[in-house]
């Protein structure tokens, strides 16, 4: 499956929206379409978009200077028809090969009743350095993860 990543065009921002509004975990942590609108839209951050065959399949948000100056990954979603075929994986790869030039570290976090998600990081090397409990959802967390990239 050839998967070609390029920065988001408006539309595809507007989809990008849709696509995370419409999906968990955005949805249990109470994200909205306005919300997800507002960030797909912020000049602040990147937004690429994942292709087969020039159809969208997947998006992810990055902020350059997230955590203490270091890239941030602020959200990735797959839509449901491709999930479980790679497509996470390759936007992931991605990000750490857009900032390896010029950083040394990449962030992100995930909820801590998003099991696959926090597999799927695991996986490619990213560990756990912290726990914000109770920090959107009383009973859960928000579990951040740190990968050296060079």
């Not at 070609?4 to 909205?32: K, N």
């Not at 948000?61 to 075929?85: F, Q, T």
């Not at 995930?110 to 756990?128: P, T």
Request: proline share 4%.
């Amino acid at each position: 499956m050839n998967i070609e990543i390029s920065p988001a065009s408006g539309t595809e921002r507007d989809w990008a929206a849709h696509q995370l509004a419409g999906t968990d975990p955005w949805i249990r942590l109470g994200a909205t379409l306005e919300t997800c609108n507002q960030v797909c839209h912020d000049p602040e951050y990147l937004v690429f978009i994942a292709h087969i065959e020039n159809v969208p399949c997947g998006a992810m948000i990055l902020d350059p200077r997230g955590l203490a100056g270091s890239p941030y990954l602020k959200s990735i979603v797959v839509d449901a028809e491709y999930r479980g075929s790679g497509i996470g994986k390759r936007l992931l790869s991605f990000a750490e090969e857009y900032f390896r030039a010029y950083s040394r570290h990449f962030f992100l976090c995930v909820s801590s009743f998003n099991y696959r998600a926090r597999r799927l990081y695991e996986s490619i090397g990213f560990n756990k350095v912290g726990e914000f409990s109770d920090y959107i959802i009383d009973g859960e967390s928000e579990i951040l993860l740190y990968k050296r990239l060079r």
